[in-house]
């Protein structure tokens, strides 16, 4: 579909940002790390970070004229040929910039669409992808028109003209109101699967992404599911079952979270995050290595607020404690002050998180054994109470 702004490797990349009266330097510098390692994961080199301090964006290029000079003359110089902006931006914005600059242009929405579209698999997978897609650029289609001409292939690549708009919005609506039809049918057939899959308790490993789902849920399930350090490398939602001492259950890996995620891609990916919405229990994983790990906690938490399920019963896993140490202790540091470190890290969370909490390191095997039994124990408190009078579960 609209592949016209897939990023091609090996592209060099200006990353644009603002420091404004909701957002700090300090949160700016985080956000255009985490937008870098979105560029290198769509396959592009960020060559340099531009940010300005300014009270509001700019309503016509988001950044100021003559800071929009200064980008053009640093594209040229370091040799960019794309502009990636941390905010979403209009169509009008698109175009304007392009315009002063010559160089193509995407905001981070677009730039997390391009990389789920790579990721799509499965039918379903890419059908909500490709919805929104087109939800996205939508109200994008009177700025974009040159954007879209120049960039080729998918929606407006024959140079529509201005009274053509209108032609090119039903095209969008009718593809929008097609794509919709279709994931309704995916949700029927996932419902129905959920309901096959009977009177076992359902567990749904969530977090922000990046975190070691992936890898925890192939270390519990003794699976193969894919697991890459990269962003987003896993879209489909697997479950499996897992059975712990005769105990049986459902394991389900979902799509990671991140912050400034598209409410499109909420929106389009409703069936996968059905999974979380009828999990009897979550497993918040995170990544306690992390210099903004905290940040990603609370994220993670607001999404899961959003979506009404802030409620379901919770065991948070601190992952990658291993690497936690190799950043933080140095090596002359004496291992009981490292244990003892480690225990006030430890008694922190289980304050934060009303003792639901475990710090676990997947790769070297770190406390699985505890965390599988913390796992058990809250399965069959659900079978307990879901099955009151049924002995045969374990």
């Known amino acids: 579909m609209i592949d016209k702004k897939q990023i091609q490797n090996e592209q060099k990349a200006i990353l644009v940002g603002l420091v404004h009266k909701n957002q700090t330097e300090t949160q700016l510098k985080e956000y255009l790390d985490e937008l ?3 560029a290198e994961t769509a396959g592009a080199i960020t060559v340099k970070r531009i940010w300005q301090k300014l009270p509001h964006p700019d309503k016509a290029t988001f950044v100021g004229k003559g800071k929009l000079e200064e980008i053009g003359q640093m594209a040229k110089l370091k040799g960019a040929d794309l502009l990636i902006f941390d905010d979403e931006l209009t169509g009008s914005q698109i175009n304007n910039i392009e315009k002063a600059t010559g160089i193509a242009t995407i905001d981070r929405s677009d730039l997390i669409l391009d990389i789920f579209a790579r990721r799509a698999q499965t039918a379903q997978a890419r059908a909500q992808v490709e919805l929104a897609q087109y939800q996205y650029i939508l109200p994008r289609l009177r700025g974009m028109w040159k954007h879209l001409e120049r960039q080729g292939g998918g929606i407006g690549t024959r140079g529509p003209g201005e009274t053509e708009i209108e032609t090119d919005r039903r095209i969008v609506r009718d593809k929008i109101s097609l794509l919709k039809k279709r994931l309704a049918d995916y949700d029927k057939q996932a419902f129905t699967q959920r309901k096959e899959r009977g009177e076992f308790i359902r567990v749904a490993l969530v977090g922000y992404t990046n975190v070691g789902k992936s890898t925890l849920m192939n270390l519990l399930s003794k699976s193969d599911v894919f697991a890459e350090n990269k962003l987003f490398a896993t879209l489909d939602t697997t479950t499996r079952k897992v059975v712990f001492e005769n105990t049986p259950f459902l394991l389900s890996d979902t799509v990671g979270f991140i912050r400034k995620l598209p409410h499109h891609l909420v929106e389009s990916f409703k069936s996968t995050l059905d999974e979380v919405r009828e999990a009897d229990v979550l497993l918040h994983v995170v990544d306690v290595s992390h210099p903004q790990y905290e940040d990603q906690y609370a994220v993670v938490n607001q999404t899961l607020q959003e979506l009404g399920v802030h409620d379901k019963p ?80 374990y």
């Open 36 to 38: 870098a390692f979105l």
């Open 314 to 393: 919770v065991l948070t896993i601190f992952n990658k404690l291993d690497r936690y140490a190799e950043l933080n202790f140095d090596e002359w540091l004496q291992p009981e002050v490292k244990e003892q470190l480690l225990r006030e890290l430890e008694e922190r969370w289980q304050n934060e998180t009303n003792y639901n909490s475990i710090f676990v390191s997947a790769t070297e095997r770190t406390n699985i054994d505890e965390l599988r039994k913390k796992i058990l124990d809250k399965v069959r408190e659900h079978y307990a109470v879901r099955y009151p009078y049924k002995t045969n579960f």
